[in-house]
């Protein structure tokens, strides 16, 4: 049950990200990956914001969870987790695990696409 609660999540975060990309690309209209960024900084948002509604002030079942924070947004943007898993890594104290969260994430990741487009080209 969990994982078809996960996947609807899923199927509609996925939808919702190529709605809103696409909408905020065709409004910007230049090469800048606005579409990108909106849908990161949005399920980031999103993210902190039920995740303290859900853990603070409501009592959800976690299906509930499970459909929105898992599904949705995991779909929606993955930025939003490592958003939100580096701010807790600083609010716990680890500010060291966070600053190594962020750069690895960062230079890691545009790294290994840069090394993947190497690679593909040498193919």
């Known amino acids: 049950m969990r994982l078809l609660i ?19 690309t065709a409004l910007d209209g230049s090469l800048f990956p ?9 399920g980031s948002f999103v993210l ?9 002030r409501l009592a959800i079942d976690p299906y509930w969870r499970l459909l929105i924070a898992v599904g949705f ?3 929606f943007t993955t930025f939003s987790t490592f958003s939100y898993e580096t701010v807790k890594l600083a609010l716990n104290g680890a500010i060291a695990l966070a600053i ?17 487009i190497i690679l593909a080209r040498l193919l």
């Open 48 to 56: 902190g914001f039920f995740y303290i509604i859900t853990t603070e």
């Open 73 to 75: 947004l995991g779909a």
């Open 100 to 116: 190594v969260n962020l750069s690895v994430s960062l230079i890691g990741g545009i790294t290994a696409v840069y090394l993947g």
């Open 34 to 42: 606005l579409g990108t960024l909106a849908v990161n900084l949005i």
């Open 6 to 24: 996960i996947g609807i999540g899923g199927f509609l975060g996925a939808v919702a990200r190529y709605l809103v990309a696409g909408w905020a």
